[in-house]
């Protein structure tokens, strides 16, 4: 029974982190939900006692695919520009105090 919630939590979570990823605005939000995917995924894989297939999803899933992400949003600039937009929207909040 705790096993079978376990799961039904599992998937819950899985298929939120899928919506979170494609109606985010963030890509870096976007990135790091899809790590968590990936991780969850690998949970699941152990579960269905496939020890290789967690291994190769954790490894590949959570930390080449994420290291690539971050390298490509960081060469197209993604990264800086959305931190430039919080610095000023952080320096329009202080102006308005």
């Known amino acids: 029974m705790r096993l079978?919630?376990?799961h039904l939590i599992l998937l819950i979570f899985i298929l939120a982190c899928?919506?979170?990823?494609?109606l985010t605005r963030n890509?870096?939000?976007a990135a790091v939900v899809f790590?968590?995917?990936s991780l969850a995924l690998s949970v699941i894989w152990i579960l269905l006692?496939?020890?290789?297939?967690?291994?190769t999803e954790a490894a590949v899933g959570a930390g080449v695919d994420s290291l690539l992400l971050f390298a490509a949003l960081k060469k197209v600039k993604a990264i800086d520009r959305e931190a430039a937009g919080k610095r000023g929207e952080d320096d329009a909040g202080e102006r308005q105090a």
Do not use: R, W
């Open 35 to 37: 790590m968590g995917q």
């Open 27 to 29: 890509l870096v939000v």
């Open 18 to 22: 899928a919506v979170c990823v494609a």
């Open 49 to 55: 006692q496939s020890p290789d297939l967690a291994i």
């Open 4 to 6: 079978e919630i376990f």
